[in-house]
């Protein structure tokens, strides 16, 4: 909208009694969401009758319900529906269209009013200014023309220009401009009773001047006046054009570039958890039904497997719950979006008396997806870096030679994992938490009193999500995420039985006969940068599937 200064109201009618729907939201949202979808748009309105728009073809609705968008920042329903909206406020984007997709906008109708309170009285004020200036002016200039200067008349004792200065018949040659050949009026003798001008220096005499009114000191105190009044008046005006509390609108220039947000706008972090936790807790009590609509790959891997262990060894899942919630990505004007969300778990929702809080990467493809948690890990509450947000809640990605240290440590965990020894240069924590829980279990395995003939270790970066490409800045450094994959191929003399306990078998994904089982694992990780230090923390590990050869 090109104004400012006061409020706009959007009223949307629908004579058919189809449900309207009417909502605002951030331009990266709106865009995306309406991407390739058939739709008029009002790009500008000029009052009273004037609007620009254009019409872009496309499919008839869009690929979701347009109610349960979660990124709107207003929204309403009915047959009639009316939004009003500061002008002066951040830019937003106005959507109207039937509730229910498969109905159309036929039979409705969009009309605007703009709030122009005390526009009517300011104009009075206006011209009243207007006429007591124009009285003050013709006043003053009626005063001016009164007084001011009149050139002298033709015949007020000036010579005639015909006049070669000679005698005349009666003046007897004795006026100040008579004289004889090579006599001045210096030779001659001075005539007491004689009228003439008094006598002074010759240089300020001049001819024919002597019937003359002498000029006069023009009074300049209704000038000043005149000044004064002006300045006033034109001052009242000007205070009253700066009035910022009048609601008048005006023609205005905005920025209509501000459609930007970040992925997790201020105080939306904790909103998100919440829902998360929520739908999570729904899920796993219905055996993992619409996991696919919160979790995505390689979390949604670690969470399918867990709810076929729980159900094996009789267990129940539950959903952490948190007690203070951060979320930080970088600012973006377009999908998709990714950021990272951080939750200090309450003491009921982990192992031991460790405080801990969980590290989630999650991404958004569109406007018409829901956030995807993508991985998920905790670290010690105290290891917990600082962010540092910018003015609008954006944090700075991480610097290009963290990603490098992403890609290294991810080498360095694998390696660790199946030789049981760290690098030199490699992360610190590599021989604690998942990393040595692991290692332990492999030890286990290949005790010559578990009677296995072989058991034998290959793990690799999990590859199918670019993690060194999402990594953020903190106050001392850096920190991402990671995970790898592992495959334990394990083997028993062809006289015994494989038992290797309710997890391994509640995965398995074949019943076939064999001395042989390969087992797939999955280690997360968070990945952390504080100086020249490196860390790398995993809390547990995951069994993700089995199979008998």
Known sequence: MPYSGSSVTVTAKNSKGTELFVGTASGVDADSY????????????????????????????????????????????????????????????????????????????????????????????????????????????????????????????????????????????????????????????????????????ISTVQPGTSGQVPPRRRDLRHRRSLRTVTAAVMGTGLVLSGCANMPIAKPSSPDTTPYERTAVRPGEAGKF?????????????????????????????????????????????RAPNFTEVVA??????????????????????????????????????????????????????DQMPTLMADDRGAVEKGPEEFGDDMTTASGDVSSFLVEGKAKSGGPEGLKEGGFKGFRDYVGDLRDKDSGFDKVDVDCRPYEDLKFEDMSLSTEKGAIGMGEVRCTLTIKAPSDYALDLGDTVEAVKTNDKEGDTIKVDTAHPYVLMKTGDELTAVATDWNVLSSKVE
């Open 273 to 317: 958890m919440t829902n998360y936790t929520e739908s999570l807790d729904k899920t796993l009590g219905d055996k993992g039904s619409d996991l696919d609509k919160i979790q995505a790959a390689p979390l949604i891997d670690h969470t399918r497997a867990q709810i076929q262990i729980a159900d094996k060894a009789k267990q129940k899942l």
């Open 328 to 381: 930080g990505s970088p600012s973006f004007t377009e999908y998709p979006m990714w950021f990272y969300a951080f939750g200090t778990a309450d003491k009921k929702s982990t192992d031991g008396d460790e405080p801990l809080t969980q590290v989630m990467l999650v991404t958004r493809e569109s406007a018409s997806t829901d956030p995807l948690v993508r991985s998920a890990s905790y670290i010690p509450t």
């Open 34 to 201: 309406l991407d390739g979808v058939a739709q008029e748009q009002i790009s500008d309105v000029s009052f009273p009758n004037s609007a620009s728009h254009r019409f872009t073809p496309g499919d008839a609705k869009p690929e979701a319900g347009i109610t349960d968008r979660d990124w709107w920042i207003s929204q309403d329903t009915g047959t009639t529906v009316a939004k009003t909206f500061d002008l002066d406020a951040e830019p937003q984007m106005l959507v109207i269209a039937p509730e229910n997709s498969d109905d159309s906008l036929d039979g409705t109708t969009v009309s605007l009013k703009m709030r122009v309170k005390g526009v009517f009285a300011l104009s009075l004020l206006g011209i009243a200014g207007a006429v007591i200036l124009a009285g003050f002016s013709v006043f003053f200039f009626m005063r001016w023309w009164g007084s001011r200067i009149r050139p002298p008349k033709k015949d007020s004792g000036q010579p005639s220009p015909d006049d070669d200065g000679g005698h005349g018949p009666d003046d007897g040659g004795s006026g100040p401009d008579s004289g004889g050949a090579g006599r001045g009026p210096a030779d001659e003798p001075a005539v007491e009773d004689e009228p003439g001008p008094a006598t002074q220096p």
